[in-house]
């Protein structure tokens, strides 16, 4: 995995996203590859859903040492065995930053400007609900996605 995007907004050196996409041989496939990424509240099961669909190999919380933020920024991954890039997104909600929604914002719409396909990962509870969660980021989403 390699990080593109710190959880203080600012992008990783160009130089280490071309060398880990060379590493994983998506250098050589053109622009023959996929992208997928997702979006959710805070642990929320994120990386471990990334993990288990496309064998890649992001942090998962350590429920032993409790609920806490385990993704910071934004990251990626080749798939197994696919040629197919997956980006794993900070989560939403969190408690550990203060200008959370400014980012939550900006990565949700970097996310669906440059993915294929954007899971969206929420609680079944909240399917339905004027006032969950992620509600306001998700109207967001869908706004810019019909004026694209």
């Known amino acids: 995995c390699v990080q593109l995007i710190s ?3 600012k992008f990783v050196e160009e130089q280490e ?3 880990y996409m ?3 041989g998506l250098m050589k ?3 023959k590859f996929h992208t997928v990424s997702i979006i959710g509240g805070q642990s929320s099961g994120k990386s471990t859903l990334l993990n ?3 064998g890649t190999e992001f942090d998962t919380m350590d429920a032993s040492k409790g609920r806490r933020q385990t993704t910071q920024g934004i990251w990626c991954s080749r798939a197994a065995k696919a040629n197919m890039l997956v980006l794993d997104v900070e989560g939403t909600d969190g ?3 203060e200008d ?4 939550e914002g900006k990565s949700a719409l970097f996310s669906l400007a ?3 396909v954007m899971m969206v990962n929420m609680w079944m509870h909240e399917v339905g609900r004027f006032n969950a969660a992620n509600l306001p980021l998700l109207r967001t989403v869908f706004e810019v996605h019909l004026k694209l």
Not at 100 to 103: L, V
């Open 22 to 24: 060379d590493e994983q």
């Open 95 to 97: 408690r550990e930053k």
């Open 17 to 19: 996203l071309y060398k």
């Open 52 to 54: 288990a669909l496309f």
């Open 100 to 103: 959370q929604k400014a980012f």
């Open 114 to 116: 440059l993915t294929d």
């Open 7 to 9: 959880s203080d907004m």
């Open 29 to 31: 496939v053109g622009d």
